[in-house]
């Protein structure tokens, strides 16, 4: 189930919400939990048992390790590392097992048969989310949960359990105690909701098809291919940050804040800058719990730049089950590597430079991000810079172009400040009147597009 699906919008989300408002305050994580597991299990009911399982094994691991870690360290160490193997034991299988199978099999003389799994809709999320949790009971930096359903709730959850934001257990552990439920909450909910699904079905949807044009064509001039490449950027972006949007106004209706996952990263003037924006959870996740623990930049230049290789490493795999997703973590590395080693210091001193710089290597780097294999990236690469076959323009491009040209010029404009900045320089009382009638307006205009459009997908929902 999707968030903007009419099942999601008109029958899912008024029920929970109105049992929610119904139920006695002490009722509604249970109530909650119930109708996560619905959530989760719309599509593949039989991966709620490994839902389940995950939420037993993280809620255990956490009892043993607060009963142990001022008694028994090594008791507590041991414990914490079982967890640690069986969650990314269970991504793994479910994950890759079928890559690393094709991989082997190619080797002449080995054969490893591919079991054809159905991925676990939003594995990489949840497992990161559980496994922060014991990380953080060890270290000391939250309390234990005592309660299986309050625990399973908050790894259920079903606003961020699809496709994040990462929510780490500390950072809500107070409001799954204790949580202010009022109207000025629930409306701001509707709207960041509301900006999200317009995100998602107004823009991502629609400039996604020309995307989807490009990816699939024979040939590609220059202007074409950096016309796919950005519409792909654009719609990756809004797709993205329109889910989590999306996410943060569902925990605003049911009480909860989730941190923000995006700030407009396409702004950046470094790479380094970028993914401080970009993806704001995962990148966070990473620096605590893997950059930092082995040393981040304490120990000398040379071990950084090692880390960072290592944490790329991992962090363009944990994004998908193909090879290409390692190769984009260690792009990325490159340019952060450099960054860090001569060129962060020249492009701050030239934002503008430093702006341009930026999204060429996004832009670029998104293919190798989204295409299946390294041939097809170098073969759209070639095109984007002059060193294909078909030229730099042609009438195809300039009808596309004009037929895409709206929704492109406002997507560009909505994946900067500058609409935010004009909205809310409107007096508080006309806003005050305007702000219900346009979310009205866009509710309504999304549920004509979703009730008429075949093409709704969540590029995120991969991982």
Not at 422 to 444: F, G, Q
């Amino acid at each position: 189930m999707v968030f903007s699906s009419l099942v999601f919008l008109f029958v899912y989300l008024p029920v929970v919400l109105a049992v929610y408002w119904l139920v006695p305050v002490r009722f509604r994580n249970g109530w909650l939990f119930f109708v996560n597991l619905i959530f989760y299990g719309w599509g593949e009911p039989v991966y709620i048992l490994l839902m389940l399982f995950t939420i037993t094994v993280n809620y255990l691991s956490g009892r043993g390790i607060a009963k142990y870690r001022t008694e028994n360290l090594a008791r507590a160490r041991a414990i914490l590392t079982i967890n640690s193997v069986i969650s990314l034991s269970l991504l793994v299988f479910f994950k890759y097992f079928d890559l690393f199978a094709r991989t082997i099999s190619q080797i002449p003389g080995l054969y490893v048969p591919a079991l054809g799994l159905t991925l676990p809709i939003g594995i990489s999320f949840y497992t990161f989310q559980c496994m922060s949790y014991p990380i953080d009971v060890f270290r000391g930096d939250t309390d234990v949960q005592k309660s299986y359903i309050r625990f399973g709730t908050y790894v259920a959850l079903f606003p961020q359990l699809i496709a994040g934001p990462i929510v780490r257990y500390k950072d809500i552990a107070d409001q799954l105690e204790k949580r202010p439920y009022t109207m000025e909450s629930f409306a701001l909910g509707v709207e960041r909701f509301t900006v999200g699904l317009a995100k998602k079905v107004l823009i991502a949807n629609n400039i996604g098809a020309l995307w989807d044009y490009y990816a699939s064509a024979g040939t590609r001039t220059t202007a074409g291919a950096w016309l796919g490449a950005i519409a792909f950027s654009l719609q990756l972006y809004f797709d993205f940050s329109g889910y989590s949007d999306m996410a943060i106004g569902l925990g605003h209706m049911l009480g909860f804040t989730f941190l923000e996952n995006f700030n407009y990263p396409y702004i950046s003037r470094s790479v380094t800058e970028f993914w401080r924006r970009w993806h704001i959870s995962l990148g966070t996740w990473f620096r605590d719990y893997l950059y930092i623990p082995l040393g981040g930049n304490r120990k000398g230049l040379p071990r950084q730049i090692l880390n960072i290789l290592i944490v790329w490493a991992l962090t363009g795999f944990w994004h998908g089950a193909n090879w290409t997703f390692l190769l984009w973590g260690l792009y990325y590395a490159f340019f952060l590597i450099m960054e860090k080693l001569f060129l962060f210091k020249p492009l701050q001193r030239i934002p503008v430079l430093g702006h341009i710089y930026t999204l060429l290597v996004a832009v670029s780097g998104w293919m190798l991000f989204q295409l299946d294999s390294v041939r097809k990236v170098l073969d759209y690469w070639k095109a984007m810079y002059g060193f294909g076959s078909a030229g730099f323009l042609s009438k195809t491009d300039l009808f596309m172009g004009r037929s895409y040209l709206l929704v492109l010029l406002v997507a560009i404009l909505a994946s900067t400040p500058l609409l935010k900045n004009l909205y809310h320089k409107i007096p508080e009382k006309v806003r005050r009147v305007s702000t219900p009638i346009l979310i009205l307006l866009v509710l309504i205009t999304s549920t004509a597009y979703l009730v008429a459009a075949t093409y709704n997908p969540f590029l995120y929902f991969r991982f």
